[in-house]
């Protein structure tokens, strides 16, 4: 561990900066079980070696083709940090400086020791000093401009019906468990026994008596219980209209008098508006009924849970650690923490991640990837163009309305045209969770004042160095940062077929977002407005619904089947992906007839399905698979793996999969959206 007094020499031999580089996960038939019959079991046909030689390692709760190329990325970016924070020569506001005193604050645990619970020292006698639901929404102005939970969540993001504007919206939120099935559900009642006793003994770590930190825990579990009771389920969240409720801010602060809003609002900074958006209004209401009915002292308790619960990462040891056992241990399966280097690395990346991603891309990022990525995103787009202007089921009115939201499709590839710019962030190499929160409260200002003002469209919401990749309704944008445009999903050195069935797939699935079941609700110009007729918005349903019944009927644990209604978007994306990068794959080959040739045995058709289903090979923790079947809206990788490919016709005809075969799915229960 670094001493914060060390110099930049000391900084350079404390570190490894030669790391070496982990493989590169690439496809490879060297991946494949071919002593399983793919007619039996395709996934493990595709995967079945890697899924035996790549156990989750023990700092992780999941290990996938995303883990191993993020894992490889973590390493990139590890020598970038460490040689950042040996080198102090150049600007005090440069990207490189900013990153590594960063660095250096988090790796300082012999300072994190001396300091002990210093750094909430006074937020704890700030919160002893609440005596009103005034001081108590000021106070939880000042949390969440920081980045501590509590309560409600609250932020600034496009308003759904007039996109081109930015909105100040309210939603549910407030609770230390991941999701409010966990406090109503009897198969999270281990979870809710464990939860009470972490809660018990943070308290504890803070000096109250092992009566008093019982008590204390009892308090949390009762008005978060409330909060959970009144919260909606995650399936009811995904609905954009449901969820879109605008408000006069003088309506909903009198509609809802215990609660503080206006001063909540002035604490923020926020600027004078009249409207507000509020996800959730029953869950504001029950809020506001349980300030009437608690005293202040339960909420000074909620309180000191939330800050302990939002700053032990960035604390000393035992907090922290007492943290992991339950958040990473418990909860998702985790049995050691990821090494401090790489905790940092997380931190800095959601805190100043753009400065971090400049100096990642001028790394690791070769302008031809970005050429490339571009081209088969044309190749798709074509494609999805050509479904649209010929789809049987859709009348012609809804579309032409499709294909005008289509024309105005954009996409982003790599990294912004413009990093951000923390200069305005006071960053010190001797204080941790200092940088943390100044870097929270630049990011929550930087939002804020936007309110009432155009939307930023060249903004990203994910860092250069992310795997992964999304879809912005909105702005009806596909965006795919540079972290993913490596193997195995997108690899230069590859076969079309291979990155036609990865890649290629990624492409075809943020473009079908804006087709899925909720992303087919915004129009051309990214706003929530109802253009299907009624009756294609109902054949579109019943195409949905197979999709609903046929993930709902995988089983991911004994007794815990996927959510079919919650993970419906990820899963029509896969499909429209699967089934627009093969036609655009046939489209390649076509154009160049050489290219059709087998590689390892195997036909490009072959290749194609076999490349999807690698891409999403995982194993898993069994606490994080019940954790991710409660709260992700993305089925787990072993059914990614095979969903798509058993809807469409073109893989049974590749593998000569019959209607006797396990891998067989009647024709009438195929869904075909897009």
Same mark, same amino acid.
Do not use: C
């Given at each position: 561990? +670094? ?15 030669? !790391? ?12 494949? @079980?071919? =002593? ?13 070696? $890697? ?5 989750? /390692? ?29 080198d102090t020569s150049g600007p005090a506001k440069s990207p490189k400086r #900013? ?27 700030? *919160? ?64 809710? %026994? @464990? ?109 000191? $849970? ?6 032990? /990462? ?20 985790? *049995? ?30 070769? /302008? ?27 009348? #012609? ?49 930087r939002e804020i004042v936007r309110v009432g003002k155009p939307v930023d469209?060249?903004? $990203?919401?994910? &860092? ?39 890649i290629g797939m990624v492409i075809g699935h943020e473009i079908t977002h ?17 253009? $299907?007729? %009624?009756?294609? !918005? ?16 995988? #089983? ?23 089934? +627009? ?17 087998? *590689?390892?045995?195997?036909? /490009? ?5 076999? =490349? *999807? ?9 069994? !606490?994080?698979?019940?954790?991710? +079947? ?10 990614? !793996? ?15 999969? &019959? ?16």
């Amino acid at each position: 561990m +670094i001493a914060a007094a060390a110099t930049g020499g000391a900084l350079a031999s404390a570190w490894n900066t030669s !790391a070496e580089e982990p493989k590169i996960p690439r496809f490879s038939a060297e991946n494949m @079980d071919k =002593s399983i019959d793919p007619k039996q079991d395709f996934y493990h046909f595709a995967a079945g070696t $890697w899924l035996k030689n790549n156990p989750v /390692p023990s700092d992780k709760s999941r290990w996938s083709g995303f883990e191993e190329l993020q894992e490889r990325n973590w390493m990139l970016i590890r020598n970038i940090l460490e040689s950042s924070a040996a080198d102090t020569s150049g600007p005090a506001k440069s990207p490189k400086r #900013e990153v590594g005193d960063f660095f250096v604050s988090a790796m300082d645990t012999n300072r994190l020791e001396k300091l002990k619970f210093k750094p909430i020292l006074m937020d704890l006698k700030r *919160i002893s000093r609440v005596n009103s639901a005034q001081a108590l929404f000021e106070l939880l102005a000042s949390f969440h401009q920081r980045g501590i939970s509590g309560l409600f969540g609250a932020g600034v993001s496009p308003d759904a019906k007039n996109s081109g504007i930015y909105a100040f919206h309210l939603s549910q939120g407030g609770l230390g468990l991941p999701d409010r099935d966990y406090y109503l559900k009897d198969e999270f009642t281990k979870q809710r %026994e @464990d939860y009470r006793e972490h809660v018990t003994k943070m308290f504890r770590l803070i000096g109250k008596s092992p009566t008093e930190a019982a008590a204390h825990a009892g308090i949390v579990l009762e008005i978060e219980t409330a909060l959970a009771q009144a919260s909606r389920t995650r399936v009811e969240m995904r609905d954009p209209t449901l969820n879109y409720n605008k408000f006069k801010v003088a309506q909903f602060a009198s509609t809802n008098s215990a609660s503080s809003w206006n001063a909540y609002l002035e604490e923020t900074g926020a600027p004078e508006m009249e409207t507000l958006i509020v996800g959730q209004p029953d869950f504001f209401k029950t809020v506001d009924k349980m300030l009437k009915e608690r005293p202040i002292s339960d909420w000074k308790v909620y309180l000191r $849970w939330h800050l302990l619960r939002s700053t032990a /990462p960035y604390l000393h040891e035992e907090v922290e650690q007492e943290s992991f056992a339950f958040y990473g241990t418990k909860l998702r399966g985790q *049995i050691e923490q990821e090494p401090r280097w790489q905790r940092a690395a997380h931190t800095i990346d959601g805190t100043i991640g753009e400065a971090l991603g400049q100096l990642f891309v001028e790394k690791h990022f070769p /302008p031809e990837a970005k050429t490339r990525m571009n081209e088969l995103i044309g190749n798709l787009r074509e494609v999805f163009q050509d479904r649209l202007a010929k789809l049987d089921w859709m009348s #012609e009115e809804t579309r032409q309305k499709a294909l005008a939201k289509f024309n105005r499709f954009t996409q982003k590839v790599g990294y912004p045209d413009v990093f951000r710019d923390y200069s305005k962030v006071k960053l010190r190499r001797n204080d941790y969770l200092g940088n943390v929160q100044r870097a929270a409260i630049f990011e929550s200002h930087r939002e804020i004042v936007r309110v009432g003002k155009p939307v930023d469209k060249t903004e $990203w919401h994910m &860092t250069p160095q992310t795997v992964n990749a999304y879809f912005n309704g909105s702005q009806n944008e596909i965006v795919f940062p540079a972290g993913i445009l490596q193997p195995p999903f997108f690899d230069v050195k590859a076969d079309d077929a291979v990155n036609y069935g990865a890649i290629g797939m990624v492409i075809g699935h943020e473009i079908t977002h804006g087709y899925d079941d909720k992303g087919r609700q915004f129009d051309a110009d990214g706003n929530l407005n109802e253009w $299907w007729s %009624e009756k294609d !918005a109902k054949e579109f349903d019943a195409r949905a619904q197979k999709v609903v019944d046929q993930y709902s009927s995988y #089983e991911a644990l004994p007794g815990l089947k996927v959510n079919g209604k919650l993970t419906l978007g990820e899963n029509i994306a896969d499909l429209g992906g699967a089934s +627009i990068a093969y036609e655009a794959l046939q489209r390649a080959l076509a154009k160049d007839p050489s290219k059709r040739k087998n *590689i390892d045995g195997f036909t /490009p058709e072959q290749r194609f399905f076999l =490349s *999807i289903s690698q891409l999403w090979r995982t194993n898993w923790r069994e !606490a994080e698979l019940r954790r991710r +079947i409660t709260v992700d809206p993305h089925s787990p990788g072993q059914f990614r !793996a095979i969903g798509a490919n058993v809807n469409l016709q073109e893989f049974y005809d590749a593998f000569g999969i &019959t209607a006797d075969a396990p891998m067989w799915r009647a024709p009438e229960s195929r869904a075909k959206i897009w």
